[in-house]
């Protein structure tokens, strides 16, 4: 399957691909921060630089995008074409490059999350697009894990 872009046009766009600040975590933050939460945003000094870190309760939050992190990977994708996102790369452009590519990226989060629990933090996880669509139960699933207090 032939590239729709041009080799400057796909530079240019992957060029664009944010690692922080996306829209996802600025809104994310946003609903924090009404909310009366105060956190740290890319924290270097914890594993993985999560994307949002709420110090005082020893939790990390990180947003992360279906395609780069590999979410449906084996299953359940939304496509009309495919089943997964494993079969969509399958039959992309540079299929070595891209399997190789989010497979490393899903297992760097699972030693991550690993990492930050053995540290006693609390990690969670959300996908970009639940973030976008159903901001209010990521936050309900944050202000939980800090009513729970609970650690890892």
């Not at 609903?31 to 870190?53: M, Q, T």
């Not at 084996?74 to 497979?103: A, M, V």
């Not at 959300?126 to 609970?150: M, P, Q, R, Y």
């Amino acid at each position: 399957m032939a590239d729709t872009k041009t080799a400057e046009e796909r530079s240019r766009n992957m060029a664009a691909i944010r690692s922080t600040d996306t829209r996802p975590e600025i809104v994310l933050r946003k609903a924090l921060w009404s909310r009366g939460f105060r956190y740290r945003k890319n924290l270097k000094s914890l594993p993985g630089k999560p994307d949002i870190v709420l110090t005082k309760y020893r939790i990390c939050i990180f947003v992360d995008s279906e395609f780069f992190h590999g979410k449906n990977f084996d299953s359940g994708y939304q496509s009309r074409k495919y089943t997964s996102l494993r079969e969509q790369i399958e039959h992309s452009n540079h299929p070595e490059f891209w399997l190789k590519k989010i497979t490393a990226n899903m297992e760097r989060d699972r030693s991550v999350t690993e990492k930050l629990e053995n540290e006693g933090w609390k990690v969670i996880r959300f996908w970009s697009k639940d973030v976008l669509h159903n901001t209010e139960s990521c936050i309900a699933e944050i202000e939980k894990a800090v009513s729970s207090g609970e650690t890892c």
